[in-house]
Nanobody, 124 residues
Framework: QVQLVESGGGLVQAGGSLRLSCAAS????????MSWFRQAPGKERESVAA????????YYADNVKGRFTISRDNAKNTVYLQMNSLKPEETAVYYC?????????????????WGQGTQVTVSS
């Protein structure tokens, strides 16, 4: 079993930056593709970014490309999401997820572990 715990969320001004962390425990995440989703109130959960098992390939949603960076450190059993130039419409709960497969865009259908989420609020 793997437990995923997100941290690093909070309140930030528009244009600011945050770095989210997803710390795994219970077992290594090295065999999983990892990703970040976000969900705003009343909206569908959307994929933000993903990274392959090896970390050699990444995916970014079009609306975050160039501003967000996903990375992983398997030795630390941790995945990160660096978010720059944040916009108010990106206010949401951000979730870390572990996938058994690699599909683009990332799908919730092959998520085997979810974090509890961390709130990101971007003020104008």
């Amino acid at each position: 079993q793997v437990q995923l715990v997100e941290s690093g969320g909070g309140l930030v001004q528009a244009g600011g930056s945050l770095r989210l962390s997803c710390a795994a425990s219970g077992h290594t995440i090295s065999t999983y593709a990892m990703s970040w989703f976000r969900q705003a109130p009343g909206k569908e959960r959307e994929s933000v970014a993903a990274i392959r098992w090896s970390g050699g390939r990444t995916y970014y949603a079009d609306n975050v490309k160039g501003r967000f960076t996903i990375s992983r450190d398997n030795a630390k059993n941790t995945v990160y999401l660096q978010m720059n130039s944040l916009k108010p419409e990106e206010t949401a709960v951000y979730y870390c997820a572990a996938h058994t497969g690699w599909q683009l865009p990332p799908t919730v259908n092959n998520v085997v572990y979810w974090g509890q989420g961390t709130q990101v609020t971007v003020s104008s």
